[in-house]
């Protein structure tokens, strides 16, 4: 994975700007009491904290558009004014005031680049997580670790992430592997430290010892008896899912000779993982199975699986599976993922994706692209598109060059409103439907003819 090492960029004081968002906090509260927060969200496009954002009224059309120009230098300004504000909230009494902070400052970060404004505070915002992470509860933990993957994400590899990762790793590894956590708090944090080794480790043995963490969680859902054939799920199931995936977004950044290591140790034991009776932990098992298979056939073109036949057979199963006691939906989406994973193994192929954002296309065409793309959408969630224009260091990963640069004048030429993008949804459902009901006239004739 390429990396650009930032280590020429002068540290800068931590606390900057922390006296005028003190001053806003401050101006905000009467009479001692706290003030409600207003979030930055990707479901409320009313928001006011939003609108500096983006110029449009829509946050969600960053997924779809990207960022448009800002117009007035005054809009910048004002949204690092009120996100000073927020950093500040992180320090409040009320456990709900921080948690709302934390969130609208994750929400902000995932939706815009403002790299050189967080670098002068990350290390206010790391002591704000550290400080959310030790002493808060469930929902407050998991706000701190979503908004440490997106600090990571904004500030890139290079020695600022790395000093971020240095202080809160070991924290995220305690709650990982500490038993009387919140499962939701450990499933989080579980997807933030993969993230963030993901983006910062320099260090080749801390990297090993994530794994070994990660490995310790998830494995203790493989099928220890041999005479059962379903795996049970369980409170702890959510939290071995969330290992998996990071573990192998990490196996995919370890050097051949550890990545050959884990096929021994894995190859044949995670297979166990696809008589699960929860969907997602299948889902999970046969992406990480194609992703394991595909990164054998780059070592060894002539890759061989002993039990292979098996693996077919109960990819097979998945891909074709009509048990009556499984819900229709976790049937139709386990059908169409296996059917890819079962064309993986058995033919090496893979299904081309196509992802666009502004003017520009990227094409999913591997295994390892697939997950490392799946894993930072499901962290930046609408704000993605805008990133993958953007971020250098998502452009690196997806080997996609350096940023496109595009005057106002042509923004505004690709930029929808969203009534125009109401009328063009409203016509492709019409005409869907109406496809449909011609598709049900033409069974009920051959029906009545037979």
């Given at each position: 994975m390429p990396k650009n090492k930032k280590r020429n960029t002068p540290h800068r004081g931590g606390s900057g700007g922390s006296g005028s968002g003190a001053a806003a906090a401050t101006a905000a509260t009467t009479g001692g009491q706290h003030r409600n927060v207003q979030p930055f969200s990707d479901e409320d496009a009313s928001i006011e904290t939003m609108s500096h954002c983006s110029g449009y009224s829509d946050p969600s059309s960053f997924a779809e558009d990207g960022p448009e120009v800002l117009d007035e230098e005054?809009?910048?300004?004002?949204?690092?004014?009120?996100?000073?504000?927020?950093?500040?909230?992180?320090l409040d009494k009320s456990a709900k005031t921080r948690q709302a902070a934390l969130e609208s400052i994750k929400n902000a970060l995932a939706s815009k680049m403002l790299y050189e404004f967080i670098l002068e505070r990350r290390m206010t915002l790391t002591d704000s997580i550290e400080r959310c992470l030790k002493k808060g509860k469930s929902d407050e933990?998991?706000?701190?670790?979503?908004?440490?993957?997106?600090?990571?994400?904004?500030?890139?590899?290079?020695?600022?992430?790395?000093?971020?990762?240095?202080?809160?790793?070991?924290?995220?590894?305690?709650?990982?592997?500490?038993g009387t956590a919140s499962i939701q708090a450990r499933q989080t944090?579980?997807?933030?430290?993969?993230?963030?080794?993901?983006?910062?480790?320099?260090?080749i043995t801390e990297l090993y010892s994530t794994l070994e963490c990660l490995e310790s969680i998830f494995t203790k859902s493989y099928l220890k008896e041999k005479d059962t054939n379903v795996i049970c799920?369980?409170?702890?199931?959510?939290?071995?899912?969330?290992?998996?995936?990071?573990?192998?977004?990490?196996?995919?950044?370890?050097?051949?000779?550890e990545v050959k290591k884990k096929l021994e140790m894995h190859f044949h034991k995670l297979p166990s993982l696809l008589s699960s009776d929860d969907v997602n932990m299948r889902i999970a098992?046969?992406?990480?199975?194609?992703?394991?298979?595909?990164?054998?056939?780059?070592?060894?073109?002539?890759f061989f699986y002993e039990d292979m036949e098996s693996l077919t057979q109960m990819l097979r199963a998945l891909a074709t599976d009509g048990n009556k006691h499984r819900a229709k939906v976790d049937k139709r989406k386990q059908r169409s993922v296996f059917r890819d994973i079962l064309r993986a193994v058995e033919e090496r192929?893979?299904?081309?994706?196509?992802?666009?954002?502004?003017?520009?296309?990227m094409y999913i065409d591997c295994w390892v692209k697939k997950h490392t793309y799946d894993t930072f959408k499901e962290v930046l969630g609408s704000g993605m598109q805008y990133h993958l224009q953007s971020n250098?260091?998502?452009?690196?990963?997806?080997?996609?060059?350096?940023?496109?640069?595009?005057?106002?004048a042509t923004l505004k030429t690709m930029k929808i409103s969203r009534f125009e993008?109401?009328?063009?949804?409203?016509?492709?459902?019409?005409?869907?439907?109406?496809?449909?009901?011609?598709?049900?006239?033409?069974?009920?004739?051959?029906?009545?003819?037979?």
């Open positions: 005054g809009t910048q300004e004002d949204l690092e004014y009120k996100l000073k504000g927020f950093i500040d909230l992180t933990q998991r706000a701190a670790a979503a908004l440490a993957s997106v600090l990571c994400i904004q500030l890139g590899p290079g020695i600022e992430s790395e000093e971020v990762l240095k202080t809160l790793g070991p924290i995220l590894k305690k709650i990982i592997c500490d944090c579980a997807a933030c430290f993969g993230v963030c080794c993901f983006i910062a480790t320099d260090d799920s369980t409170p702890n199931t959510v939290l071995h899912i969330s290992c998996l995936l990071a573990w192998t977004l990490l196996l995919t950044i370890c050097p051949i000779n098992a046969g992406e990480s199975l194609a992703l394991m298979f595909e990164l054998a056939r780059g070592m060894e073109s002539d192929d893979f299904p081309t994706e196509t992802v666009k954002f502004g003017p520009e296309r250098e260091f998502l452009r690196n990963v997806f080997e996609l060059g350096p940023p496109v640069m595009l005057d106002a993008r109401h009328l063009y949804n409203s016509a492709a459902f019409k005409a869907r439907t109406k496809a449909r009901s011609k598709c049900r006239d033409k069974r009920a004739d051959v029906g009545e003819f037979f």
